[in-house]
Nanobody, 126 residues
Framework: QVQLVESGGGLVQAGGSLTLSCAAS????????MGWFRQAPGKEREFVSA????????AYADSVKGRFTISRDNAKNTVYLQMSSLKPEDTAVYYC???????????????????WGKGTLVTVSS
């Protein structure tokens, strides 16, 4: 199992930037694909981005493509989500997630992941 702790959420103005971090407590971090999902008030949780075990492959939701960048530091057991050009519609609780089952990131976009953090709130004001 893996424990995930997100940080870096907060209040930001539209057009601003924010970087989320997720620290993973596991000795086998490199065996996990990592992802970010979000849930806005009154809406279902949705896929945001994912990164492969080695960091060489990434996937993004169309709504964040070109604005968000996912990366991971396997030496620090940490995954990041750099968010720029933020919009009010990006307001949500952002969840870090991890999974070992599949190599293809596309599966996680629709199926979710096995392990979840508790989330960090991002609020974008207009």
């Amino acid at each position: 199992q893996v424990q995930l702790v997100e940080s870096g959420g907060g209040l930001v103005q539209a057009g601003g930037s924010l970087t989320l971090s997720c620290a993973a407590s596991t000795r086998t971090f490199t065996t996990y694909a990592m992802g970010w999902f979000r849930q806005a008030p009154g809406k279902e949780r949705e896929f945001v981005s994912a990164v492969s075990r080695g960091g060489g492959s990434t996937a993004y939701a169309d709504s964040v493509k070109g604005r968000f960048t996912i990366s991971r530091d396997n030496a620090k057991n940490t995954v990041y989500l750099q968010m720029s050009s933020l919009k009010p519609e990006d307001t949500a609780v952002y969840y870090c997630a991890a999974d070992q089952r599949y190599y293809s990131l596309s599966i996680y976009q629709t199926g979710g992941m096995n392990y979840w953090g508790k989330g960090t709130l991002v609020t974008v004001s207009s």
